[in-house]
């Protein structure tokens, strides 16, 4: 397992478009694009910029969203996930599960366009951690 950069911290909220508001009003936040549907996750997303990281703003597409229980426990929405690249998710994946991590389901694509995995919060104190393997044209303030 090499871990990589935090790629962003998601944020479950009932309403996409009032959290954008709010990122614009309180901190001047630059939005990336306009908000998009991700059915494969189940979710409506949109991304804030800040210089080191991106903040996901994640709502539930429908009922049967992975996000749907976060919301109904937690209506305002609030800090659900954070996104660590790896170079290889199949490898990641394996080494968590010889390390008997739970991981949840198979990689699926996610909103940057490469593999994604969730591994459950009971094995990081209560945190979901996501695990995205980092994009091929991935270049970011500090590399060389
Ligand atoms: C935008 C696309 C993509 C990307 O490219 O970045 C995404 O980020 S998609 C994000 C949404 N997708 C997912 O979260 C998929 C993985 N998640 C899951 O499989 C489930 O949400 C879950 C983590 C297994 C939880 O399932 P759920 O049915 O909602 O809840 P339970 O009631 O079974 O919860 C069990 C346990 O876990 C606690 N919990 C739930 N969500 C979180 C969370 N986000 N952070 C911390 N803890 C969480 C929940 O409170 C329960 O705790 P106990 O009551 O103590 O058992
Ligand atoms: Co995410």
Redesign the pocket.
């Known amino acids: 397992m090499t871990l990589g950069r935090l790629n962003?911290v998601?944020v479950?909220t009932p309403s996409i478009e009032k959290s954008i508001e709010t990122y614009r009003t309180l901190l001047g936040a630059t939005v990336i694009g306009a908000p998009f549907d991700?059915l494969a996750?189940?979710?409506k997303?949109c991304f804030i910029d800040t210089p080191n990281t991106q903040i996901?703003l994640?709502e539930p597409y429908d009922d049967s969203s992975?996000?749907?229980?976060?919301l109904k426990?937690n209506p305002a929405g609030g800090q659900?996930?954070v996104?660590f690249e790896v170079p290889d998710i199949d490898q990641a994946v394996a080494d968590l599960k010889e390390k008997g991590a739970t991981v949840?389901?198979e990689p699926r694509i996610?909103?940057?366009g490469t593999p994604?995995v969730?591994v459950?919060?009971?094995d990081f104190g209560?945190?979901?951690v996501?695990l995205?393997e980092t994009p091929r044209d991935s270049h970011h303030a500090g590399d060389h």
Request: with cysteine; charged share 10%; net charge neutral.
């Open positions: 962003h998601g479950a991700l996750q189940g979710v997303v996901e994640i992975p996000i749907a229980g976060f426990k659900h996930h996104c949840l389901g996610g909103a940057h994604i969730f459950h919060p009971k209560g945190l979901l996501e995205m």
